[in-house]
Nanobody, 118 residues
Framework: QVQLVESGGGLVQAGGSLRLSCAAS????????MGWYRQAPGKQRELVAS???????NYGDSVKGRFTISRDNTKNTVDLQMNSLNTEDTAVYYC????????????WGQGTQVTVSS
């Protein structure tokens, strides 16, 4: 079992910045990937950024060049620095952990709201 706690969401004006943080607890050693996804009302959940324990990083096309994901394996945290925010970034942002003990499992945080005003 893995528990994820997100923080850092809020209201920001277009062009501004925000930093999200996700802290993992529980069966930490089973995690092989952590990432951020987002979901706007009426839309599918989409990848924002992910990072593996080996350091491989993937970004969604819409955030490349604006967002940066980072990790601290010692602290079991993953952060998302979001710059040059626009109204299309408005969504609930979820932290994800991919884990494997005896089978592959996905764990999700509770989500944190990011609202970008024009």
């Amino acid at each position: 079992q893995v528990q994820l706690v997100e923080s850092g969401g809020g209201l920001v004006q277009a062009g501004g910045s925000l930093r999200l943080s996700c802290a993992a607890s529980g069966s930490i050693s089973s995690i092989n990937l952590m990432g951020w996804y987002r979901q706007a009302p009426g839309k599918q959940r989409e990848l924002v950024a992910s990072i593996t324990t080996g350091g491989t990083i993937n970004y969604g096309d819409s955030v490349k060049g604006r967002f940066t994901i980072s990790r601290d394996n010692t602290k079991n945290t993953v952060d998302l620095q979001m710059n040059s925010l626009n109204t299309e970034d408005t969504a609930v942002y979820y932290c994800r952990a991919r884990a494997r003990l005896y089978r592959a499992e996905d764990y999700w945080g509770q989500g944190t709201q990011v609202t970008v005003s024009s």
